[in-house]
């Protein structure tokens, strides 16, 4: 996951979305539960790439985020408040679909 998250950060947009891409994969793909340090990380790059420009960027990491939900238990909760803020900042995109993953 960690490579994934190195490619998420990436200067380059199309580095950036193949990171979002594997990282969606990896966590589509988990069976096992993330752990606290692997939340906090997963949060920390989430509320980085949400404010890139590049819509499929951005949707594809609310994509990620909702899958991680499901696997991150009662980690998340630490991190609510701090992603509540960055994900209805994206309810504002001029793009449909990033607005969908959003919601």
Do not use: I, P, W
């Not at 190195?6 to 096992?32: C, F, I, P, W």
């Not at 594809?60 to 960055?86: D, I, M, P, Q, R």
Request: aromatic share 2%; hydrophobic share 45%.
């Amino acid at each position: 996951m960690e490579e994934a998250l190195e490619l998420a950060r990436a200067k380059d947009t199309k580095e950036r979305m193949a990171g979002v891409e594997r990282l969606h994969q990896l966590l589509e793909a988990s069976r096992k539960s993330m752990s606290s340090s692997e939340v906090t990380s997963l949060v920390d790059v989430c509320l980085d790439v949400l404010k890139d420009n590049n819509f499929r960027v951005s949707q594809g990491v609310l994509h990620a985020l909702a899958l991680a939900t499901v696997l991150s238990g009662e980690h998340l909760k630490l991190h609510f408040n701090t992603l509540v803020h960055a994900v209805v900042e994206r309810l504002g995109d001029a793009k449909q679909l990033v607005r969908d993953a959003s919601r």
